[in-house]
């Protein structure tokens, strides 16, 4: 399996108060991922980095921001939580954008009351 | 409209039962299209990748094909293990940041 952790793996917060999710990675791979997956949506990109300080907006990023200050670790922040982000967070990497696969962690399970 | 449906949304089969299943996309320019599978509470698992129409890859009771319009996930004489959802993802040509998946097909095989 490739080496991806994501912490924490469940969270319950309150409507309003800052969260940070981390990936880490042991594969040394250039591009990590934070998508969102919801039933009936499928998994959505929220942002992404091709390396440490770069990053760029998926899919459905706001509300979101990240940071990647080394190359093992990507962190999803949600700077004031909303019911409607409550969801499971999975992070993802990859050697090379999109012409490889992307491997994914075990994921976080958010919930916003 | 760039987007990935997949279907059926759940199917029921024996264990032996042989079926496929299919993934649409509508994307201007395919660089990829990518195969997942699902297990409960865990994140997806890849499973192969397809660049061009008339492309196949087999992993044991697995077989992918890829056409201009859809992608079928055919499955040969499954066993209970092979229960999972499948997801079907796709990345646009024009977008390298453009990723879409479907919403899976929930796969329960009894035996």
């Known amino acids: 399996d490739a080496g991806i952790t994501q912490s924490p793996r469940h969270k319950v917060t309150e409507t309003g108060t800052p969260v940070t999710l981390r990936c880490h990675q042991t594969?040394?791979?250039?591009?990590m991922y934070w998508y969102r997956q919801d039933p009936g949506h499928g998994l959505r990109l929220i942002h992404y980095?091709?390396?440490?300080?770069?990053?760029d907006k998926g899919e459905v990023s706001d509300g979101y921001s990240v940071s990647r200050s080394k190359t093992e670790d990507f962190l999803l922040t949600l700077e004031s939580a909303t019911s409607s982000q409550t969801s499971v967070y999975f992070c993802?990497?990859?050697?090379?954008?999109?012409?490889?696969?992307?491997?994914f962690g075990p994921g976080t399970r958010l919930t916003v009351l | 409209e760039d987007q990935v449906t997949q279907s059926p949304e759940a199917l029921r089969l024996q264990e032996g039962e042989s079926s496929s299943l299919n993934c649409s996309y509508t994307?201007?320019?395919?660089?990829?299209l990518f195969w997942y599978r699902q297990d409960p509470g865990k994140g997806p698992e890849f499973l192969f990748t397809?660049?061009?129409a008339g492309e196949e890859k087999e992993k044991e009771r697995l077989k992918a094909t890829l056409t201009k319009k859809e992608s079928f996930l055919h499955i040969t004489a499954p066993k209970p293990e092979d229960s999972a959802t499948y997801l079907c993802a796709v990345q646009a040509l024009y977008n390298f940041n453009k990723f879409y998946f479907g919403s899976g097909t929930k796969l329960n095989v009894k035996p």
């Open positions: 993802a990497i990859s050697e090379s954008h999109g012409m490889n696969e992307q491997f």
């Open positions: 994307v201007s320019g395919l660089r990829g």
């Open positions: 980095s091709y390396g440490v300080k770069d990053t």
């Open positions: 397809l660049y061009s």
């Open positions: 594969e040394n791979h250039r591009y």
